[in-house]
């Protein structure tokens, strides 16, 4: 069965980074665009960065433009998301998710999901 399981969260301090890894097993990774959403407390879950199969195109929220970079390595089924100068409004359980299709802020077009990590920013 299709697994993806995130690693790479836990507790910062504001300014610091953190890499949030995702490897994905039980599926062609390389035909899946991947997506980062995160949620947090009483929030929905909102899209954070996506990067097409073979990583050509990338995609951000406004909210982490400049700050987060997703990149994939195909040949390890494994998709990253690079956050920089975290600040506390950063702070929610990241999921990683795996789409067949061309819609990459689109929750409902996701298939697979992560079980997600938690990523604390202190101010």
């Known amino acids: 069965q299709v697994q993806l399981v995130e690693s790479g969260g836990g507790l910062v301090q504001a300014g610091d980074s953190l890499r949030l890894s995702c490897a994905a097993s039980g599926l062609t990774f390389s035909s899946y665009v991947m997506g980062w959403f995160r949620q947090a407390p009483g929030k929905e879950r909102e899209f954070v960065a996506a990067?097409?199969?073979?990583?050509?195109?990338?995609y951000y929220a406004d909210s982490v433009k400049g700050r987060f970079t997703i990149s994939r390595d195909n040949a390890k089924s494994t998709v990253y998301l690079q956050m920089n100068s975290l600040k506390p409004e950063d702070t929610a359980v990241y999921y990683c998710?795996?789409?067949?299709?061309?819609?990459?802020?689109?929750?409902?077009?996701?298939?697979?999901w992560g079980q997600g990590t938690q990523v604390t920013v202190s101010s």
């Open positions: 998710a795996a789409n067949p299709r061309y819609s990459v802020q689109n929750m409902a077009a996701y298939d697979y």
């Open positions: 990067i097409t199969w073979s990583g050509g195109w990338t």
